[in-house]
């Protein structure tokens, strides 16, 4: 059977980002802000967020290496020294 219920709206990323500016309860962690950074083609302000989660050891960091989503991050020298510092090559 097709389901034909309409899709869920997208997540509106800038709304997201003020939430999460202002305090909101619902704070993501670092690597789920990371990659609201990436969907805003902001690469640098990633690869902080990234390096961050590596300074408070963030669970979900073990998934960069291979996450399709980290991608345009890998070929830089700062993505490559976050790999190493972690364990991950």
């Known amino acids: 059977m097709i389901n034909h219920e309409p899709s869920p709206p997208a997540v509106?990323?800038?709304q997201l980002l003020q939430d999460w500016?202002?305090?909101?309860?619902?704070?993501?962690d670092r690597l789920a802000r990371a990659l609201?950074?990436?969907?805003?083609?902001d690469c640098g302000g990633a690869?902080?967020?990234?390096?961050?989660?590596g300074d408070s050891r963030?669970?979900?960091l073990v998934t960069i290496g291979?996450?399709?989503r980290m991608a345009p991050l890998r070929q830089s020298t700062k993505s490559?020294?976050?790999l190493g510092r972690v364990g991950l090559t």
């Not at 500016?21 to 993501?28: T, W």
């Not at 690869?47 to 989660?53: G, N, T």
């Open 12 to 14: 509106d990323i800038t």
């Open 66 to 68: 291979v996450d399709p």
């Open 80 to 82: 490559q020294q976050l």
């Open 21 to 28: 500016q202002a305090g909101s309860r619902e704070a993501l």
């Open 58 to 60: 963030e669970f979900g």
């Open 36 to 41: 609201v950074r990436l969907g805003q083609n």
């Open 47 to 53: 690869l902080r967020l990234l390096h961050r989660a």
